[in-house]
Nanobody, 121 residues
Framework: QVQLVESGGGLVQPGGSLTLSCAVS????????MRWYRQTPGKQRELVAS???????TNYADSVKGRFTISRDNRKMVYLQMNSLKSEDTAVYYC???????????????WGQGTQVTVSS
């Protein structure tokens, strides 16, 4: 069974940095676009960044451009490097991926359980 597991969240001071990781496990054929979302209480889940292949292309929400960097490797990992963090970046961050479980099967949307990022002094 395919699973996505995030790690790396925590408490950081404004202006600090944090790197989130997401590991995809389980038997699968291929992984398409990988994304990071975030959500705060009472608000809709927001797309933060996406990456198509290990070399891109990448897309970012305007609110994080120039501060966050998404990357992935060929071992089923995706990362989110977050710099110059602000209090408004506080949220639960979710990893998301389009996964083809076997040859010929459709791409299916998979989500991680989320990791809390809190930016506060």
């Amino acid at each position: 069974q395919v699973q996505l597991v995030e790690s790396g969240g925590g408490l950081v001071q404004p202006g600090g940095s944090l790197t989130l990781s997401c590991a995809v496990s389980g038997s699968l054929f291929s992984i398409g676009i990988m994304r990071w979302y975030r959500q705060t209480p009472g608000k809709q889940r927001e797309l933060v960044a996406s990456i198509t292949t290990t070399t891109g292309p990448t897309n970012y929400a305007d609110s994080v451009k120039g501060r966050f960097t998404i990357s992935r490797d060929n071992r089923k990992m995706v990362y989110l490097q977050m710099n110059s963090l602000k209090s408004e970046d506080t949220a639960v961050y979710y990893c998301n991926a389009d996964i083809r479980v076997r040859l010929g099967s459709p791409l299916t949307d998979y989500w991680g359980q989320g990791t809390q990022v809190t930016v506060s002094s």
